[in-house]
């Protein structure tokens, strides 16, 4: 049986990336077009925690002009998804985008779950260049930033804002921080790393509402 010659890889973070090239590296020879919602074309994500709150620097793409057209691959950001016709094969994008396909990669990632308390809808999640902006916009030196998770990107998050002069707070509802990333012995060293710059860390603390103080 002929290889699929016409594939789509729904999204344009560092997984869909590492299909397209998985792809071509096993051989594939036919037509790939990437698709994402997002407006610009793959980045790093990393460096939304880091380097884009402290500086405002963009963060680098994962495929610039020489890797895509070695890859040969169709990115097509802007392109949220409305509809997937398994009979047509073929997927429907905004914008009345149509692309043709014999398989279909879904490589779209996790979105941050909505904080279900009341006025958890005023809270800023993490996930996008714009999340990133608008995150940056809103700390001032001497402000306070109440940071949910202490987690990996949530402590990158803290130690950020602190940078910027900002008193942060840092709330896990989990009895230690770090929970899931990193072995507990190595804990009490990053806590108290973290402390030391003046970061604020309650732990086995939930959040029961939200109220806006302005």
């Avoid at 996790?110 to 700390?139: F, K």
């Avoid at 402000?143 to 709330?171: C, K, M, Q, W």
Wanted: net charge positive; glycine share 12%; with cysteine.
């Amino acid at each position: 049986m002929a290889s699929p010659s016409r594939i789509v890889v729904i999204g344009t973070g560092a997984a869909g990336i590492a299909a397209v090239k998985a792809l071509r590296g096993r051989g594939h020879d036919g037509t790939i077009a990437l698709i994402g919602a997002e407006s610009c074309l793959p980045y790093e994500r990393p460096p939304l925690s880091k380097s884009m709150i402290t500086a405002g620097r963009d963060p680098p793409p994962l495929l610039h002009a020489g890797a895509r057209a070695h890859l040969s691959v169709d990115a097509r950001p802007g392109t949220a998804v409305t509809a997937i016709d398994r009979d047509g094969r073929r997927v429907v994008g905004s914008g009345d985008a149509e692309l043709p396909t014999d398989r279909l990669l879904i490589r779209n990632g996790a979105v941050p779950r909505p904080l279900p308390v009341q006025g958890g809808e005023t809270c800023l999640m993490l996930r996008l260049r714009e999340d990133a902006e608008a995150i940056r916009t809103r700390i001032r030196p001497g402000g306070r930033v109440a940071v949910i998770g202490g987690g990996l990107i949530g402590l990158e998050l803290a130690a950020s804002a602190r940078h910027l002069g900002a008193r942060v707070t840092v709330i896990e509802a989990a009895p230690r921080i770090l929970g899931r990333a990193v072995p507990a012995p190595l804990v009490p060293a990053i806590e108290r790393r973290h402390r030391e710059h003046g970061v604020e860390i309650l732990t086995g603390a939930r959040i029961e509402q939200i109220e806006d103080g302005r």
